[in-house]
């Protein structure tokens, strides 16, 4: 149980362009939703929290205007990354929390996040 | 805010060897979950273990346990009778009790190599 799906894997565009990145839980729903963001060799940094139904809320440092996120469904969540650039290139993941119960709902899982090239 | 810190960048040991990879955090909080994830190669975030603030008593998953000091705000992760496979960068992170509605702070990460 928990799997959370994520697609593309891999995405290279061109500069200017924007993308969408998909989240999904599979077999468990998610009012709430996460996405975070992992440089080359580095930890990951939360960016936003998608909240199904309302707003999503972003971390400070993080641009809305540029990172869209759209929690459409409870099981799909989207972040688009609109006229990217270079510095945009990086490893997306989200994750979703737990249902409760044993596993607690602090319990994150994961998504096999998407590596994101720009050219 | 909270912090985490891992202060180990990279460790190595033998095979079947014991290695403790250790990470310590700050917070003003007093309900929280601490967490150890894997990451291998393959980049998928897999959970390794996991430790309610509130219980005294130390988390183990068959390999993996921790040792919990909540006064020193320590959280270290101990894996026994290494294997090849546990190579991987291992992830400390923090998240406060709020049922799901807040994110991970995670440490740099140590990078956790296993020779044969």
């Known amino acids: ?119 | 805010a909270q912090t985490v810190t891992q202060s180990q960048p990279e460790m190595s040991v033998q095979e079947a060897e014991t290695v403790t990879l250790s990470c310590t955090y700050d917070t003003s909080e007093n309900n929280y979950y601490l967490f150890w994830y894997k990451q291998p190669p393959s980049r998928q975030m897999i959970l390794v273990i996991r430790q309610e603030a509130y219980k005294q008593q130390n988390a183990t998953e068959n390999r993996f346990s921790v040792n919990f000091q909540k006064a020193a705000k320590s959280f270290s992760l101990k894996i026994s009778d290494s294997q090849l496979g546990d190579t991987a960068m291992y992830f400390c992170a923090f998240i406060y009790s709020g049922g799901g509605a807040d994110g991970l702070t995670f440490g740099k990460g140590t990078h956790l190599i296993i020779q044969p």
């Open chain 1, 1 to 119: 149980g928990a799997v959370v799906s994520q697609h593309p894997s891999r995405v290279i565009c061109k500069s200017g362009t924007s993308v969408k990145i998909e989240c999904r839980s599979l077999d468990f729903q998610a009012t709430t939703m996460f996405w975070y963001r992992q440089f080359p060799k580095q930890s990951l940094m939360l960016m936003a929290t998608s909240n199904e139904g309302s707003k999503a809320t972003y971390e400070q440092g993080v641009e809305k205007d540029k990172f869209l996120i759209n929690h459409a469904s409870l099981t799909l969540s989207t972040l688009t990354v609109t006229s990217a650039h270079p510095e945009d290139s990086s490893f997306y993941i989200c994750s979703a929390p737990g249902t409760g119960g044993r596993v607690g709902r602090e319990t994150q899982y994961f998504g096999p996040g998407t590596r994101l090239l720009v050219l």
